[in-house]
């Protein structure tokens, strides 16, 4: 430093030891001054590293967890998506073989209910001329019994016969209109099972539906395991921090040391 005062003459004896002269102290002082704040500034440094890193580390812990739990969550859904996809197209297809199943019977019983019908018809016809065929023998078999050329026995026979043959007219007719009813339940059954059959194939929609639950399902899956992967790369910036510090902390020693001198 600069001389600020001589505290001897020239000639003067001096003693081991002892001050000669005073040195101005204004340039130590800034020097010291200057090395303190160096050290509070890097330790100062030092803490915002340190914080820094403890802020990077709860945020990747943070990230990373979530990352993993949402691979997790979407792992799970693509294999319980697919099963669900699958027992749907299975239902929906027992669902139209059954539909298209009735649909024949139905078309058998029909056909069924129609040669009923047209047998029964044909049997109502039968009985009918053989009603009127009995009709007409009672009135011949009435003018001769009358004219007494038959017996009565004879003439009551014919007369049990035409009843009979009426009896039998009543019956076919009454064969024929359960066979027609069974022809209208028979249409009927028809409708119903090819309405069946529509709403069955209508419900492949629902198939395509849960095939598309799949896609997005997969597609989740694929962008948590991306988050994931850029929630793993944030390690860099976690050892960037970590290296920071180590800077800070020479930072603290050099201005340390730096003071220790002034």
Not at 143 to 167: C, K, N, P, T, V
Not at 219 to 237: F, N
């Amino acid at each position: 430093g600069r001389i600020h005062a001589l505290l001897v003459n020239d000639g003067d004896r001096v003693k081991a030891g002892q001050a000669v002269v005073r040195l101005e102290t204004t340039d130590a002082q800034l020097v010291l001054d200057q090395a303190r704040a160096n050290l509070d500034a890097a330790r100062a440094g030092l803490s915002l590293a340190q914080a820094s890193y403890a802020l990077q580390r709860d945020v990747n812990a943070s990230g990373l967890g979530q990352a993993r739990a949402q691979v997790t969550v979407s792992a799970a859904r693509v294999p319980q998506s697919v099963a669900l996809a699958g027992i749907q197209a299975q239902t929906v297809s027992s669902q139209i073989d059954a539909a298209g199943a009735n649909v024949k019977a139905a078309s058998a019983a029909l056909e069924t209910a129609r040669a009923t019908l047209a047998a029964a018809e044909a049997d109502a016809r039968s009985a009918q001329a053989g009603a009127q065929l009995s009709q007409s023998t009672l009135k011949r078999y009435l003018e001769l019994f009358r004219e007494g050329d038959i017996s009565a026995q004879q003439y009551d026979q014919a007369h049990a016969a035409a009843l009979s043959a009426q009896a039998q007219v009543g019956a076919a007719l009454s064969r024929r209109d359960a066979a027609a009813k069974q022809l209208l339940a028979g249409e009927a059954n028809l409708r119903s099972a090819h309405a069946d059959l529509d709403l069955a194939i209508a419900n492949q929609q629902t198939v395509a539906v849960k095939q598309l639950d799949v896609a997005a399902s997969t597609a989740q899956l694929a962008q948590s395991q991306a988050a994931l992967g850029g929630a793993q790369a944030q390690t860099h910036a976690l050892e960037q921090r970590r290296a920071d510090i180590g800077v800070a902390s020479a930072d603290v020693e050099q201005a340390g040391a730096a003071l220790r001198i002034a």
